[in-house]
């Protein structure tokens, strides 16, 4: 299918699922499954992802292949879908002066997520990373001590290198575009630039990304869906489900720099600027990530949009 047709076809199911949805008791921010076009050889299919087996997914799953036909319609489970906050056991870093977007860093309060990349705003200069991590998705007030390394990575009061500026707010009885937040540098800390873009670049599905985030360091993937709607993710305890559209999914079977399978992200990896391979243009703001569904079983990835990231924060990356 053309991608037009895709994105009718996916408007068309999306008020269905909804009004299914409804029906069988479930809240708006839950729904069955996402929506979005997976690229192929020639074309889009409708990816459909769903994070639990049941009567109404079934259903639903079924309907659309006979409506649609078989092979325009992408189906995976992906299980749950956890923002990417709990740090692992390996690969903990430590304190990094002058800092490098992809290091440690978090709220006081928290765990550790991922320096994305230092943006100008209005004249000034932030620290971007997602809501989740520097402003707990929202339940922290500007002026609250961002620290680098987080504070599951060891980091102090000692370690404060900003302090939350601002973040977008998320809807929970709505369809959220980005997960962002920005943090005010201190005087005095500097940043490494030397390898952040400042341009960016819209996806068509099917690129090479890659990503360099604290918990997995440098690795790669492919863009296996785009534009995808009703991606319903868990921000634990204080937010719950919260509901995401227009993200972009990214499959980790690349692995890797070398090659080597692996996943494209993991827990603390959020924050993680995305960008086009071999040092490309930015192309999203790594958020997500599921138990399953991605390519060799290494579940999958979700991205916000970078230039929607951008749009919401009137910002501009600087590199």
């Given at each position: 299918m053309e991608l037009g047709s895709v994105r009718e076809l996916k408007q068309s199911?999306?008020?269905?699922?909804?009004?299914?949805?409804?029906?069988?008791?479930?809240?708006?921010?839950?729904?069955?499954?996402?929506?979005?076009?997976?690229?192929?050889?020639?074309?889009?299919?409708?990816?459909?992802?769903?994070?639990?087996?049941?009567?109404?997914?079934?259903?639903?799953?079924?309907?659309?292949?006979?409506?649609?036909?078989?092979?325009?319609?992408d189906v995976r489970r992906i299980g749950p879908v956890r923002a990417l906050t709990t740090p692992t056991a390996e690969q903990l870093q430590g304190r990094l002066r002058p800092l490098v977007p992809g290091c440690s860093i978090c709220h006081e309060a928290d765990t550790a997520g991922t320096l994305g990349a230092v943006v100008d705003r209005d004249g000034g200069r932030f620290l971007l990373s997602n809501s989740h991590v520097l402003a707990r998705a929202g339940l922290a007030a500007p002026g609250d001590a961002v620290l680098q390394p987080g504070p599951a990575d060891g980091g102090t009061a000692q370690d404060r290198v900003g302090v939350l500026e601002t973040s977008v707010p998320l809807d929970p009885d709505a369809g959220n575009r980005v997960d962002a937040a920005l943090a005010r540098l201190d005087a005095g800390i500097e940043v490494d630039l030397s390898a952040s873009p400042s341009a960016t670049a819209r996806l068509d599905g099917d690129e090479l990304v890659e990503k360099l985030g604290r918990t997995t360091g440098l690795t790669r993937g492919r863009v296996t869906a785009i534009e995808v709607d009703d991606v319903v993710v868990d921000f634990g305890d204080g937010v719950g489900l919260l509901r995401f559209d227009g993200q972009v999914e990214v499959s980790g079977s690349a692995g890797g720099p070398d090659g080597t399978p692996g996943p494209f992200s993991l827990g603390g990896d959020s924050g993680s600027l995305v960008r086009l391979a071999d040092a490309g243009p930015a192309v999203g703001l790594l958020f997500a990530g599921s138990e399953a569904g991605g390519d060799d079983g290494f579940g999958l990835t979700f991205c916000n949009v970078i230039d929607d990231v951008l749009d919401e924060l009137g910002a501009i990356l600087v590199g």
């Open positions: 199911w999306s008020t269905r699922v909804t009004a299914r949805a409804a029906t069988a008791g479930q809240a708006p921010s839950a729904g069955p499954v996402a929506l979005g076009a997976a690229p192929r050889a020639s074309g889009y299919a409708l990816a459909v992802r769903y994070r639990h087996e049941g009567p109404l997914v079934a259903r639903l799953v079924e309907q659309l292949r006979d409506e649609v036909g078989d092979r325009e319609v």
